[in-house]
């Protein structure tokens, strides 16, 4: 998942637009339902003191799987370019 992060990591990259984008990238990669564990496992270790949790975030992920699930991205590129329109 490293590498993913650090593609959408980007100086200015605003959060809910990486929570979209790494969301698709790992929907391409490994599925709906590891794309899904992962965001939320995220969001519980935020609630949990390392970090701020938002229900926003979990819609960003669902955005970004979304998109991969109906194959309005097909690579990470273009998950990036529709979560950048999506979270400008």
Do not use: Q, W
């Amino acid at each position: 998942m490293k590498p993913l992060v650090a593609k959408v990591n980007a100086p200015n990259a605003r959060d809910k637009f990486k929570h979209c984008s790494v969301s698709c990238m790992l929907t391409l990669r490994c599925g709906t339902l590891d794309a899904y564990s992962a965001g939320l496992l995220k969001e519980l270790l935020d609630m949990m003191g390392m970090g701020n949790p938002e229900t926003a975030d979990i819609r960003a992920n669902v955005a970004g799987i979304t998109f991969a699930k109906k194959k309005e991205a097909t690579n990470d590129e273009e998950c990036m370019d529709l979560c950048g329109k999506l979270y400008p």
